[in-house]
């Protein structure tokens, strides 16, 4: 076991505190996220939309349960591991990690509500942040970068941009792109060659599904018990993506293309395929369907996903098809394996092959980032 | 295997040609829902909200699935067993099916967007109806009522009576019960109350999820592949309402209350059941979760589901919980297992103990409904 090599798929960067600050154009300074000292105590990122997110779940990595904090977190407290790159090659060596696939914290749910330049310039300054904080090492350090969901072109350009950033091998999309529109729809054809074309994958993180986004969803979880239920139902909110693009052809078009469904857990994912196969054996006649193949064979060559406690997922591993999965830590927020992931490999793969297990801890996603 | 009584926990009936003219009061007849021929041929009901639902994959048993068809299906075309109670019992013995649990296909997603005189007299109507239908047998005809999902009196006044109508062991909701609230909000808390005493279980009939639904869903679906994908997606859109009414304590308060998720398979519950578990585990301490038991005990006691084709879910059945599952055929939609619901049992149950497959096609549902 201790030969085993891992790569942990889905990680966070904690925004250096002073990211924003130092790389927007100074015009927009004063826009720009920025840490500020929390009424309550502790210190929270203030957002150009108006809200705040405080240091918590975020930046959990170390802590016990019952010591989590939504709020109330001081910079100082936090692990330097969450946001110095040196400091995080130490933190994944006492966890028995090899390399790790870093998302957004502060970014993670994109600037796309904001105006064009402004969200602009927050992407890209934290897209060559990232870029820098990987450039440490660039064969253990993998960044995802942040892609501008604004428009088409906007994000064509990024995705360009970043394709040629040291240590950036991924773009992050949220899981829809707008009320009126979803991932599979021709508009969006120009992002997944764009892709392709630059040798980046497209990740899906989790987040509030349609429907429970934005106001609506705010309101809504605010409910007793809401903020649960929320959290409970997190992990399916990748299934409108992989669905639109699978059915409407898009990896018959970029066969090189490759979607990763991000903290969205496997255990739903084989009866999703499961269900796409029988869709396509008893609906194509009447609904007309295009692909070149059953939809379930785009799994693990196209479609891949992380988990980080899985059981179900795990133990029916052949339904999700052994290539399409991914272990992840999710280092440093609540939900983390670390300082445990070797001790949660173990757990979650007694029962099944070394040869299962070492596709899924480190093959797949070696041959997704092209790590060797 | 002969010797094993299946009772199937989700089929359909299809309402009378003349249902809605015959049982309306005569003021609202014209607006009421009625059978017209369509210009494409075939026939399709004219409904109140001015769309039309054309004879077509509501009533497929029988066919092969080249020769399914989403319109152009004349009434005379179906078979008998879709409408008629006798002609029904003999397509159930044919199958090998002791029992069946009856829901509309009209009335599949309710009223609830109508006037609110004609929303109750149309779901009146068909109560009427299908409990006249169902006490042709009472053992083997389970009628699961319509609710009215436009407020809760309007949901309690008609839960209370048709929990006195012969035959009706059960009331439908839709998934979600509009825009701006969830099934886990305390203005429900008279209609758990309600079925709770009046012996009713509550059914979700999967349907478009919060955010594909109305004109939105619409305009989606029209995309290429979107008919697809929304057909892949519908299982899970139940998920919403079992983890806001488990969150927020409904089956604390009534705890006799059952909750039926339907057509949604079970291959990704043993998923949800098990994320509900963890988010207990790691997350109740800072969100102040309040629930007796942790959240994986409501499964089979309070929550239930139904599938009639998943080997993900019956290879996982202990993740679900082996007694929360109940067999269907989804008799005469297009995805149901008729004439072949002997097959399709002994093919998802061969490696499966005995004790499990009678729980899961018999006794579940027997507990559930009453049937002796």
């Known amino acids: 076991m201790a030969d085993l090599r891992i790569i942990s ?36 990122w203030a957002l150009p939309n108006g809200t705040t997110r405080p240091l918590g779940l975020d930046v959990m990595a170390g802590r016990s349960y019952e010591d989590y904090k939504a709020s109330g977190v001081d910079w100082d407290e936090i692990r330097p591991g969450c946001y110095d790159p040196h400091a ?11 390399a790790t696939v870093l998302y957004p914290n502060v970014g993670l749910f994109g600037f796309n509500d904001l105006r064009h330049d402004l969200a602009m310039a927050c992407i890209r300054a934290y897209n060559d942040h990232l ?17 501008p969901a604004l428009d088409p072109e906007s ?79 997190l992990p399916m909110s990748t299934a409108e993506a992989l669905a639109t693009m699978l059915w409407s052809g898009v990896f ?19 009866y999703f395929r499961e269900r796409a196969n029988e869709v396509y054996e008893r609906h194509r006649h009447w609904a007309h369907t295009d692909l070149k193949e059953e939809p379930g064979n785009y799994f693990g060559r196209n479609i891949f996903a992380t988990f980080e406690s899985d059981a179900a997922g795990v133990q029916m591993r052949h339904l999700v098809g052994v290539e399409t999965i991914l272990w992840s830590s999710d280092y440093p ?21 070394d040869e299962d297990k070492r596709k899924i801890v480190f093959d797949n996603a070696a041959r997704v980032y092209g790590i060797s």
């Open 252 to 270: 018959d078009r970029y066969p090189e293309l490759k979607v990763i469904s991000v903290e969205s857990g496997i255990g739903w994912l084989g």
């Open 9 to 44: 798929a889905d990680d966070h960067l904690q925004e250096a505190r002073d990211l924003w600050e130092k790389r927007v154009p100074a015009s927009l300074r004063d826009e720009a996220p920025h840490l500020i000292d929390l009424p309550d105590g502790g210190h929270g």
């Open 333 to 353: 927020h609540s939900d983390t394996t670390w300082p445990h992931s070797r001790e949660n490999i173990d757990k979650h793969f007694k029962d099944a092959p």
């Open 131 to 147: 870029s820098e904080f990987c450039a440490t090492d660039e064969n253990r350090l993998i960044g995802v970068a942040l892609t």
């Open 155 to 233: 994000a064509v350009s990024e995705i360009e941009r970043v394709g040629k950033l040291p240590g950036i091998r991924g773009a992050l999309l949220p899981v829809f792109p707008g009320e009126n529109s979803w991932w599979g729809d021709p508009e969006f054809e120009p992002l997944w060659a764009a892709a392709q074309a630059n040798g980046l994958s497209i990740s899906f993180h989790i987040g509030p599904p349609r429907g429970l986004a934005g106001e609506t969803g705010k309101a809504l979880r605010s409910r007793p018990g809401g903020t649960e239920a929320v959290i409970n139902l």
């Open 88 to 98: 995080r090659l130490s933190d994944m060596d006492i966890d028995g990690v090899h």
